[in-house]
């Protein structure tokens, strides 16, 4: 417990660093109650980030923003930061149904862009954005969509137990209370293209696509829940979905933000088919085979609490007639707070038990825009093929995709 509360205490109030002549100037448009996790604090501990500037529709909260966060500038309108030669990237903290229109022009103004999830309204923009010619150009912008939980080692250590092709299925559940979400919440505004899938399932769609290391073929249902108001109807509160992939195996997904005031950390569960394990010890007339289930607690918020469960069960059996003579099982929790605790291919990226993962992904974004080498990325086309599920979900559900702006 101990180490828990030191770890979350520290990650909350990161030690601050000198900053360098070179670091990269960020502007956050948009006031929004994420910004202080998605970058102001992570930054805090990076030397090559340093958050220059917002602006908000109403100037008095950014003013107070700014104030409350220590961000030197404050300007009248989200063109202002664009403009600014000064300011080398932005964070795109809007509403869901703005994030489109102010990432083509933040890339347009030749910003790089960290840009929070999900990436777009819907699969159209998302074709359209991540394809912009400017992003193919020499010295293009960086584009990010902000899928932090996904940069953190314990996804990857994770990920490390699983066989991708062998995966039968997949069970993922999120949550949030139903106290900290009200019906004047964006999240439950169509026009804003709100919705559980789009503000809360969507972490689910993604760790099953890296499960799979897919993507689904078919949404073979979705039910959705809703207020039922009249005023609400077109967006979910929350959703129970299934999907087929490529291999053949079913992933379930089922996501809540009207959930119990007991908080339930989110939860992916994988189980494997049963495969041959080789046993030189075993005489030729019999067989060893082993399936897998693994499953991880907390794939979204992994840096505060997570525990990886590996439960691989045994038998040894006759190939004639599959008659089991033996059966055991082995069982082991993991945990990694750092690469160096996920080991592997990872092993000697830097990072502390203490980084959140918005500063795991703050480290990639800052090697990306720098040129060097980045060990992990979500790329365009992955961001794209996300708003494809999420699109297919919506379409199986009855409600119809979130709107397509009007922006071009």
Known sequence: MAALVSRVFTAFGPPKVEKKNDAIRFGILGAAQIAPLALITPATS????????????????????????NIPDVRTSYDEILEDPNIDAVLIPLPNSLHFEWAV???????????????????????ILFNLPELSQPGAPVLLEAFHNRFHPA??????????????????????????????????????????MMMLGTYNFGVIRMIFGDDPVECLTCEPGIFGDGIHDQCDTDFKAKFRFPNGGIAEASTT?????????????????????????LPTTQEQVRTRLVTLHGFIHAFIWHRIDVKD?????????RRPIKTWTEAKSHKAYSYKEAAGEFANLPGEPWWMSYRYQLEEFVN???????????????????MKMIDMAYEKSGLGLRPTSDFR
Not at 105 to 127: C, D, M, W
Not at 165 to 177: A, Q, R
Not at 313 to 321: A, L
């Open 313 to 321: 069960t045994f038998v040894i059996r006759n190939k004639s007639d």
């Open 368 to 386: 990306r825009v720098k040129g060097r080498s980045t060990q992990y990325w979500v790329e365009g086309q992955d961001s794209w093929d996300q």
């Open 257 to 281: 933000m009207r959930g119990p005031i007991w908080w339930k950390p989110s939860e992916a569960r994988v189980t494997h088919k049963e495969v041959v394990v080789d046993n030189k010890s």
């Open 105 to 127: 022009r933040a890339i347009r103004a030749g910003k790089h862009v960290l840009l929070e999830k999900p990436s777009t309204s819907n699969a159209t923009e998302a074709e």
């Open 155 to 196: 996804v990857h250590k994770f990920l490390s137990f699983i066989t991708p092709s062998d995966v039968v299925h997949v069970h993922t559940d999120s949550m949030v209370p139903w106290l900290i979400l009200d019906k004047d919440n964006i999240g439950f505004n169509y026009k804003l293209s709100g919705g559980s």
């Open 46 to 69: 990076h030397p090559e980030v340093i958050v220059q500037a917002i602006a908000a529709r109403d100037h008095a909260r950014a003013t107070a923003f700014a104030k409350k966060h």
